[in-house]
């Protein structure tokens, strides 16, 4: 595994040992669900699946960190988002195509990362022949919404 790799599963593990236990995460969740279940491009022939696997507080005061899995199926794609806090995402099927504003697109396959910083506008493609599927995790402060919606 290329030191890039652990460092980015690292920076997921880590974001997997924190969560929010109040009503406002179930809100935001419930606001990830219905982006995620929103037209896209070419409509797929599924929804795009997001699901929470953990939330814990940080170790860091104020901050917490969310790991969640998203399932892109074929052709689908998450449009231009950013999040108040990093995004560490690693794919773990198929091949996805991620859109930086500013810059050009960043092709991952399986075994692969990203690190995304705070407030990168970004999207997602899959880009493959099946459906991919990544493991996202987020560091960000407490309260706060994980997605803000671009433009």
Known sequence: MKAKQVFSLALLVLGASAALNTAQAQQELNFLASVAAAPVER??????????????????PGYETLQVRVDLPRDASFPRHSHP????????????????????????????GIF???GTVHAAKNVGNAKASELAT???????????LAD
């Open 43 to 60: 409509a797929p022939q599924e929804d795009i699946g997001r699901a929470e696997i953990q939330r814990h507080d940080a170790v860091v």
């Open 85 to 112: 806090g990093d995004e560490a995402a690693f794919v773990l099927t198929g091949t996805i195509e991620y859109q930086l504003d500013g810059k050009p697109p960043v092709t991952l396959h399986a075994g692969e």
């Open 116 to 118: 995304l910083p705070a």
């Open 138 to 148: 987020y560091l960000v402060r407490k309260g706060q919404p994980v997605v803000h």
